[in-house]
């Protein structure tokens, strides 16, 4: 079988990285760069200190400081039609998935007419867009890896994606200072969003030798460094591990993608409003238990990953049952609360099976899963 791999950004990793990005900034050529961030990291003075770090490179600075969750179409495109204004040159995006997947959104529209609902779906002939640094300061979304931006529309009341290379960062600037101060709900929401990312693009139809590698080596930081990180906060070893971890995760399912368990946390998300990675994590041990029927030997470098020992004459059931005690421990370790504990009815949970049956992203499952069945792995996950 031919695969490939397609995606790669370059990154400068370790503490004090982010104040390079001046000197990055000026190494690409631009000299009036748009930086986007929210609110919430003005507060606590990340954004000030690299909005400072870059004009004293001599780069001038227009800020974008409202950058909301779940990106908006509304707000991406009021935040471009100001860099068109101000002719910017380059973006810096600071903060998680919703600051860089703004910037990305932004870049779409700075060479190509709004609304950026007309670019959903695969693009490969918009007009480029203009350099792109991305510095996260939460791990899990990956998105400074990735090539696509995640939108909600607000007319459709939808989330849907532009995937295009004009979504590729130009640099990613991984400083684990950054994540320090990530309070242990946030750490362990976006953490396990990660490994849903590994796991799922591990086990995914689309899944190549390069993204495994990847899927397999985030899958064993994440079991190792995710409840250090959510206990101790401070600990700067366990928050650059998982920095690493999400990026790797982020670059394995950009190439293999994610299937069934994201099918299951966009729709819980949209219906009930859950963080992401929340409504990722609520259904992973048993989705990848179901897994494990076609895919298992992939599901074995889960649970090989995770530190448990799979007898070599294990059967699928035997190795899926592993998998989902493993994942479901590590799951409660780090206090996400069940289905149940999210104060969801079992009845309203189980109804949103259909929907899910309908999400786009199940078309790439590395198999075909029937509604009744979905049905079933949200029955079983309600209270675990
Ligand atoms: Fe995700």
């Known amino acids: 079988m031919i695969t490939s791999y397609n995606v790669f950004v370059p990154a400068v990793m370790g503490s004090g990285a982010s ?4 000197l990055k900034v000026r190494e690409l050529g631009c000299q009036k760069v748009l930086v ?24 001038q600075t227009i800020c974008f400081d409202g950058v909301l969750p779940d990106p908006p179409d509304t707000m991406i495109e009021a935040a471009a039609a100001m860099a068109v204004n101000e002719g910017v040159d380059g973006i810096v995006a600071i903060g998680g998935g919703s600051a860089i997947d703004t910037a990305k959104g932004i ?3 700075i060479n190509n007419p709004p609304p950026i609902m007309k670019y959903f779906g695969v693009q490969k002939t918009l007009n480029p867009g203009v350099p792109m640094i991305f510095i996260p300061t939460t791990s899990g979304t990956g998105s400074e890896v990735t090539n696509m931006c995640v939108v909600s529309c607000t007319s459709l009341d939808k989330k849907d994606s532009v995937v295009s290379p004009v979504c590729v960062g130009t640099l990613a600037i991984l400083d684990p200072d950054l994540t320090l101060g990530l309070p242990p709900k946030m750490t362990a929401a976006t953490g396990i969003d990660a490994l849903a990312h590994a796991v799922e693009s591990l086990t995914g139809g689309q899944a190549n030798p390069i993204s495994d590698a990847l899927a397999r080596e985030a899958i064993r930081l994440i079991g190792k460094w995710l409840p250090v990180a959510f206990r101790e906060g401070s600990n700067l070893e366990a928050r650059e591990q998982m920095l690493l971890a999400s990026m790797y995760a982020g670059m394995a399912f950009t190439n293999a993608l994610v299937h069934v368990g994201h099918s299951i946390g966009h729709t819980l998300g949209a219906q009930f409003h859950l ?29 090989e990953c995770l530190g448990e020992v799979v007898a ?14 493993a994942i479901r421990t590590l799951i409660k370790s780090l206090e996400i609360p069940n289905l149940k504990e999210l104060g969801i009815s079992l009845e309203n949970a189980v109804q949103i099976a259909p929907l899910v049956a309908a999400d786009t992203g199940l078309a790439l499952a590395p198999y075909r899963i029937p509604t009744p069945k979905i049905a079933e792995l949200i029955k079983s996950a309600y209270d675990a």
């Open 19 to 22: 104040l390079r990005t001046g």
């Open 36 to 59: 986007v961030y929210d609110k919430g990291l003005k507060d606590v003075g990340i954004a000030d200190t690299i909005v400072e770090n870059i004009q004293n490179s001599g780069i």
């Open 107 to 109: 870049n779409v529209l």
């Open 275 to 303: 963080p992401h990675g929340i409504a990722c994590a609520v259904t992973l041990p048993e989705v990848i238990e179901y897994t494990a029927k076609t895919e298992f030997n992939k599901v074995r470098m889960i649970c």
């Open 312 to 325: 070599e004459d294990a059967s699928s059931e035997e190795i899926g049952a592993i998998a989902r005690k």
